[in-house]
């Protein structure tokens, strides 16, 4: 017959174990966590244009881009290679042969302009190549603008 004493220690050393499971298991929940998600507020788009040429148009590869997203305090999804910001409502996508940028307008009628307008202010010409288009079957006016890069 065990002790009391040794009954308390079996019965913490039991509780003990089963606290070192649920810990293990809870963490390896967490491998396979939720996509980043993505803030609620509309950007202005002149300054999404600015983070998108800086991003799409004037970082050498995709290692720079990576590093300017990150920065700026955008996250990841390692899945799929989309930086999600956390305050406003858009993603930039910089992996593969396209980069580009999703994001919520508050103007349908002048995003488009307005965007091409500020990103053709710091890259000039290159500022043309921009493809943006209005995402179909979306209730809220949602834009994708994409270039192609060469890295």
């Keep these: 017959m065990r002790s009391p004493h040794q009954a308390g220690s079996l ?3 039991t ?3 089963v606290s070192a499971v649920a810990m293990l298991c809870a963490g390896a929940g967490s491998v396979h966590a939720q996509a980043p998600s993505v803030g609620s507020s509309t950007a202005n788009p002149a300054v ?3 983070l998108f040429a800086s991003a799409c148009l004037q970082s050498a590869n995709l290692a720079d881009t ?3 997203l990150t920065g ?3 996250v990841p999804n390692p899945e799929t290679g989309t930086y999600f ?3 406003f409502d858009m993603s930039v996508n910089p992996a593969g042969a396209i980069c ?3 994001f919520l307008a508050a103007d349908p009628e002048t995003v488009a302009d307005v ?3 500020s990103a053709a202010a710091l890259v000039g010409i290159g500022a043309q190549d921009i493809e943006i288009i209005r995402l179909e079957g979306q209730a809220d006016p949602y834009y994708r603008a994409s270039v192609e890069v060469q890295w």
């Design 100 to 102: 580009s940028m999703v």
């Design 66 to 68: 990576q590093t300017l």
């Design 15 to 17: 509780i003990g174990l």
């Design 72 to 74: 700026l305090g955008m």
């Design 85 to 87: 910001h956390q305050q």
């Design 11 to 13: 019965r913490r050393r």
């Design 48 to 50: 999404l244009a600015r």
């Design 115 to 117: 965007f091409r307008e």
